[in-house]
């Protein structure tokens, strides 16, 4: 019996003979609306679910769901004897075609169970029929694998079996950051990040609890997004978006021991050496819990509402380089002049110092912001998704290129991601927050999942190479609502 997730969104093929318990299995791994049946679509259009004379109707009912669910990218397990060669090699032809991963698990449960099973129904299958399928079903066990799913899984025994459902995700490895706290035996550190504040009328009591509150459920630090008008990924332009530094001096006031810092401040609106004041200022206020995320910059709008200047690309890559330089610099010891590659300064004064070396995650995608990553910072941070890897290769390449140890430069990633009490909650936090854009699309851009399920994608990660999760949850109502996050955080301990 395999233990390994299965791949979700898939089609999913169930065989087994009369009484293996192919409802079951699927009745403890996926939603009710996610599971097709033909005994229950023969209870619809029949009499009942042992309504034969109904099997017709039953079948093209099914057919027309599965069709159209697969289309849609939305997972779908086939909840039949599975034991027709033809209707097998239709759905896998399906799945192939919606580009949905096939899947088929056999049910191989002992004969004995399944005719006990089979004497306990109000209309028990024929003794020689379901000889028939008993003896299908182990040809199946031993030549499905050479059919083309995806998987295979044969589960045999009298319990329902352990195999987990859970989305792939894939990355690569860097090195730990110098971000630690109390739960740095996890394999990988989780940070919260905040980039709505339905604060309604206390703005202070709702920062001021949901970072209790993340403290108490188990992240390890706290970050803020740095923008002056809300941006489109998030909500509306009109809904609050507080200034950062400010909101992180209220916080370090907090008896936590969250890490605290911006995620990130774009040097197109903020001048380095400001950044290295107030990073600095809050490094001491905090006793030594701050972290700098630096970027570029990139929204007009803000820019221009604010009477700033949006410089080119490649100006302000220019000045993302010359900002990690100028922190570096006003944060070293001694007030001397500084003279580096980016950057002269006249003085080098900056008072107070950081309480120790606060770490500088550069974040963006692109390959010369990963070479300045590479050359410069502590961290770099990439969105969570497919193109991971490559981003990664980028950078150890880069960090090669620069002379230094790929392991100096930890990975760290932003995860928007919806998390769900349970798989019906997720599945119904997606209907919420999708807009007009296809189910299984945004559950699968934004790895719509359960605890636990988040808790294996993460341990992925980090098995890969990344080192800290920003977590940002695009539906957080309050603190409350951040104890769905604690089962995924315990797990990781």
């Known amino acids: 019996m395999t233990t390994s997730p299965l791949p979700d969104p898939a089609l999913v093929v169930l065989a087994g003979a009369a009484g293996s318990g192919k409802s079951t299995w699927a009745a403890a791994r996926y939603r009710a609306v996610e599971i097709v049946s033909s005994d229950a679509l023969r209870g619809i259009v029949g009499s009942g679910p042992a309504d034969l004379d109904a099997s017709g109707d039953a079948f093209e009912l099914l057919d027309r769901i599965v069709a159209a669910r697969a289309g849609r990218g939305l997972t779908t397990v086939v909840d039949t004897l599975g034991l027709d060669d033809a209707r097998r090699a239709a759905h896998l032809r399906l799945a ?35 000889t028939g399928q008993l003896r299908r079903v182990r040809g199946l066990a031993a030549t499905a694998a050479g059919e083309g799913w995806d998987r295979v899984v044969v589960v045999g025994g009298d319990a329902v079996p352990g195999v987990a459902v859970a989305p792939a995700s894939s990355a690569s490895r860097g090195r730990e950051l110098r971000i630690s706290s109390g739960r740095d035996a996890r394999p990988v550190r989780v940070m919260l990040q905040l980039s709505r504040f339905p604060w309604g009328d206390d703005p202070a009591r709702w920062v001021r609890d949901v970072a209790l ?4 459920v188990g992240f390890d630090g706290l970050a803020l997004m740095d923008h002056l008008v809300q941006i489109p990924q998030v909500g509306r332009a009109w809904e609050p978006i507080p200034e950062p530094y400010v909101t992180l001096g209220m916080l370090a006031g907090l008896p936590t021991g969250l890490r605290l810092g911006t995620l990130v401040s774009p040097v197109s609106m903020r001048a380095p050496g400001l950044v ?35 410089p080119s ?13 100028t922190l570096r610099a006003l944060w070293a010891p001694g007030t001397g002049p500084h003279a580096g590659r980016y950057v002269a300064l006249p003085e080098t004064t900056c008072y107070p110092r950081p309480i120790g070396p606060v770490p500088v995650i550069v974040g963006g995608a692109g390959e010369r912001t990963l070479r300045i990553a590479a050359e410069l910072a502590d961290g770099a941070n990439v969105a969570a998704d497919d193109r991971l890897p490559q981003r990664i290769d980028v950078l150890r390449r880069a960090c090669a290129a620069a002379g230094r140890d790929p392991a100096e430069v930890e990975v760290t990633v932003l995860d928007v991601a919806v998390v769900g009490t349970d798989r019906d909650d997720a599945a119904a936090r997606v209907e919420r927050l999708r807009g007009r854009t296809r189910a299984a699309t945004f559950a699968a851009r934004h790895h719509a999942g359960t605890p636990a399920q988040h808790a294996r994608r993460y341990r992925e990660l980090a098995g890969a190479g990344v080192g800290t999760v920003f977590l940002a949850v695009p539906d957080l109502r309050d603190s409350e609502d951040l104890e769905r996050c604690a089962p995924l955080l315990a797990a990781l301990l």
């Open 213 to 216: 509150a993340a403290d108490a």
């Open 96 to 130: 192939r075609a919606a580009g949905l991963a096939a899947v088929l698990v056999v049910l191989d449960t002992p004969a004995a169970l399944c005719r006990e099973r089979n004497r306990g129904r109000d209309r028990p299958v024929p003794a020689t029929v379901l």
């Open 313 to 325: 690309a490649p100006e302000r890559l220019d000045r993302l380089a010359a900002g990690v330089e």
């Open 276 to 310: 290295a004041k107030a990073v600095a200022t809050l490094d001491v206020l905090s006793g030594g819990r701050a972290f700098c995320g630096l970027g570029a910059g990139w929204w007009a709008r803000e820019h221009a509402a604010y009477g700033l200047t949006l």
